[in-house]
Structure formats: structure tokens, C-alpha cells
Nanobody, 114 residues
């Protein structure tokens, strides 16, 4: 399974960005799709996830600001990020799980700074 992520960049505090990730090459249903992030000197953390049935989960730090969505037909997952804060600055990674095996995208940088 190959993952192609896009949409990172530089944004001012309070601004918005939308990350997109497309999965290709999977012969089976993708059960779990999610976004993780890793800031310098910190561990990678789960930001948001969504199951094939549409159940979502969010890190407490992003609840109410970020929204995850997916298109099962296209095997894509998006992360709409609003009201961005400097502490959201990190490399964001797309992650999918199919047949209990995880796959990772290449990471996209999100920088929130004035």
C-alpha cells in the first residue's frame, strides 16, 4: 500500500489547512485511517482517526478544531485543521491499517507561525 499525503505548509495562528492522503495498491478494505504528528523532540502522537464505518477519535488537544473525514470508494482521508496554534507545528503523517498491518505516508510539514 502506498500513501501520498499533501496539503502541509506555513500558516498564521488562527488559520486553517487541509491535509489529504490517498492510499493506493490495497486489495482489501482499509479498516483504519488516521493522522499522526511528530514535533521536534517529541514522540509521534495520534491526532485523529476514522474507521471504515465512520467512527472518529481525536486527541484532546485538537477536539473541536480538527475534523477527519474519509472517502471509502477513493481510499482517501482528509484532515481539516482550523484555529491552528503554534503548538500544532509538526510533521504530520498519514497512517492506514489493512489486515492488521500499518502503512505510513512520507510526512508533510505543518508550521503555524506569525
Amino acid at each position: 500500500v502506498q500513501l501520498q499525503a499533501s496539503g502541509g505548509g506555513l500558516v498564521q495562528p488562527g488559520g486553517s489547512l487541509r491535509l489529504s492522503c490517498a492510499a493506493s495498491g490495497s486489495r482489501y478494505r482499509i479498516d483504519f485511517m488516521g493522522w499522526y504528528r511528530q514535533a521536534p523532540g517529541k514522540q509521534r502522537e495520534l491526532v485523529a482517526s476514522i474507521t471504515s464505518g465512520g467512527s472518529t477519535d481525536y486527541a484532546s488537544s485538537v477536539k473541536g478544531r480538527f475534523t477527519i473525514s474519509r472517502d471509502n470508494a477513493k481510499n482517501t482521508v482528509d484532515l481539516q485543521m482550523n484555529s491552528l496554534k503554534p503548538e500544532d507545528t509538526a510533521v504530520y503523517y498519514c497512517n492506514v491499517v489493512t489486515l492488521l498491518r500499518p502503512y505510513w505516508g512520507q510526512g508533510t510539514q505543518v508550521t503555524v507561525s506569525s
